[in-house]
């Protein structure tokens, strides 16, 4: 087990990638079920430095699964100033080793890591509005982006947009409401592509509703977008937006 | 047969791997018959803290030679590879490079932007 001492080492020009970096151990301090088949994992480091990340980044478990060591990256949902307690949230998804073994383990079980990863980050907001695309459990990093934003001094936009199949998949939804009456610029919107009977709000294919809202209803193309999301809808919706106008590098994404 | 020479900008010694690409894959993480399957598979390691899953780029290697047997870069691989240290107008994900025969020659930088904050 390497201490926080060696991330601080890497960040200099020390590092060297034709070897393994060295891991990091955190604590199973606590989980929480969003749903039968979402949780959130609360991961405690040892006493000593934060560890350093950006808003959006992930990190990579190494977990130890039929004799091998699997390598596979979860989002940070919690926000960098929450110190030493990292969580990650995750779906089980079907036939997949990883989530299975997570979803296996209990309070006090060790989990190794590296990390932080990631270039879809979000720690200077830009001055120009900002929509957040979220699908799913593709709302954790997108969750401490939208906490630093709301921190900033920017005084620009924000907006979440959120598909989830139905209003009990409306991942922090109250951390969501409680934001958009709290600041004036941030508003919430979430979309369900399954919405059970009495649902008033939005819902539909999220695709569609993006090309009439950001691409039809107007000529605004100044917006920045922050999508993330599992699958290829990802990439059609960047792929929607730059073809509409919108500049490349204001459509940020992270498909998993 | 194939063949994929790995240099290193450390200065470790270089690697050279002779292989059927009609074989792959040679592993799980990455597109199959990339750079990235092909080094894991024969036991040479490239970091790729994703799970080679292009949402990184810690697999970021820079080809010296054999660029026609690679094949296109996609429009993910080329948003990623803006964000990578030391970008050539030669580099690639190994996780998405795939080979299809001949030699393939790749530099293996030094630093990668991933784990800086």
Not at chain 2, 61 to 77: D, R, W, Y
Not at chain 2, 107 to 112: F, G, M, S
Request: include cysteine; proline fraction near 7%; glycine fraction near 8%.
């Amino acid at each position: 087990m390497s201490d926080l001492t060696t991330h601080a080492e890497t960040e200099t020009a020390s590092a060297v990638p034709s070897r393994p970096r060295a891991a990091y151990e955190a604590t199973i301090e606590r989980i929480f079920a969003h749903t039968p088949d979402t949780r959130s994992f609360f991961l405690r480091l040892p006493d000593g430095p934060c560890l350093s990340f950006k808003p959006g980044q992930f990190i990579s478990l190494l977990l130890p699964v039929a004799g091998e060591t699997l390598i596979r990256p979860y989002s940070i949902a919690s926000s960098p100033e929450e110190g030493n307690l990292l969580e990650i949230c995750l779906n089980l998804v079907p036939g997949g080793p990883g989530s299975h073994y997570l979803f296996a383990r209990g309070l006090g079980e060790v989990l190794r890591f590296t990390g932080p990863w990631g270039t879809f980050v979000l720690d200077q907001p830009p001055e120009a509005a900002c929509v957040f695309i979220a699908d799913g459990a593709g709302i954790a990093p997108i969750r401490p982006m939208i906490r630093c934003a709301l921190a900033s001094e920017q005084r620009s936009p924000l907006h979440l947009l959120y598909n989830a199949p139905r209003e009990g998949d409306l991942l922090y939804r109250q951390e969501w409401e409680a934001y958009a009456r709290d600041y004036r610029r941030f508003t919430f919107e979430p979309l369900l592509s399954d919405p059970l009977s009495g649902w008033s709000g939005l819902c539909g294919p999220l695709m569609e509703y993006v090309e009439r809202r950001y691409v039809n209803q107007d000529s605004d193309r100044s917006r920045h977008f922050y999508i993330c999301g599992v699958g290829q809808q990802v990439t059609q919706l960047r792929d929607l937006l730059r073809r509409a106008g919108y500049q490349r590098r204001a459509v940020q994404y992270e498909k998993w | 047969m194939a063949k994929l020479r790995v240099l290193y900008e450390t200065g470790e010694p270089e690697r050279v791997i002779e292989f059927d690409p009609a074989q792959a894959p040679f592993q799980h993480d990455g597109q199959s018959g990339s750079i990235l399957d092909v080094l894991l598979g024969h036991g040479v390691h490239l970091e790729h803290a994703c799970g080679g899953n292009c949402a990184c780029t810690t697999c970021h290697v820079i080809v010296k030679s054999g660029m026609a047997h690679l094949c296109e870069n996609s429009e993910t691989e080329d948003d990623l590879l803006d964000k990578a240290p030391g970008l050539t107008p030669t580099s690639r994900l190994g996780c998405q490079a795939i080979i299809d025969g001949g030699e393939v020659v790749v530099l293996i930088p030094r630093y990668t932007i991933n784990q800086q904050v």
